[in-house]
């Protein structure tokens, strides 16, 4: 991260979340509080997720309708631990780009919208979001289920375990 010069980094599906934003410039502090996170931490990584949610704002301000900007600044508020704020827009995310509009990255908002309630601890929303998803293209597959950290909330669900093997 140090190496880096760029300030927004393209998503190619490698931003370390479960929606994998492709195409969303993500912003580098964004990357650096995930990094500061998995080494234990906390408070580097709030403070770089701090940085992220203004530069997330900036960018609404300028596309105040656009679905990835809006997902990515849940993801960045149930980061923070902010749970009504990051609900709220996850939700929002899903309404400007919902499925029935847009079956590539709709799914793509949908599942975020699964990892943002896992994350702040509404397992049961996001168990019954990830049964509506499991199976349709562009949804989450059994190895994203399996791998990314965003599920960890769920692990122990048996529901979570049935999903993963339902889907694969």
């Known amino acids: 991260m140090t190496a880096c010069a760029d300030e927004k980094l393209e998503d190619n599906g490698l931003s370390g979340i479960a929606g994998a934003l492709d195409g969303y410039t993500v912003p580098k502090s964004w990357y650096a509080g995930l ?24 960018h609404l301000i300028e596309l105040p309708e656009d679905a990835k900007t809006v997902a990515m600044l849940a993801l960045i508020h149930a980061a923070l631990g902010n749970k009504e704020h990051a609900l709220r827009q996850a939700r929002r995310a899903e309404e400007l780009l919902p499925i029935a509009r847009d079956s590539l990255d709709g799914p793509i908002i949908a599942t975020t919208t699964a990892a943002v309630s896992a994350q702040v601890g509404e397992n049961d929303l996001a168990i019954q979001q990830l049964q509506s998803l499991i199976g349709i293209p562009n949804g989450p597959t059994p190895g994203l289920l399996r791998a990314e950290p965003e599920w960890n909330p769920l692990r122990d669900d048996p529901r979570f375990k049935a999903l993963i093997e339902r889907a694969g």
């Open 35 to 58: 990094i500061a996170r998995g080494r234990g931490d906390e408070t580097t990584a709030r403070l770089e997720f701090g940085k992220a949610i203004q530069i997330v704002q900036g």
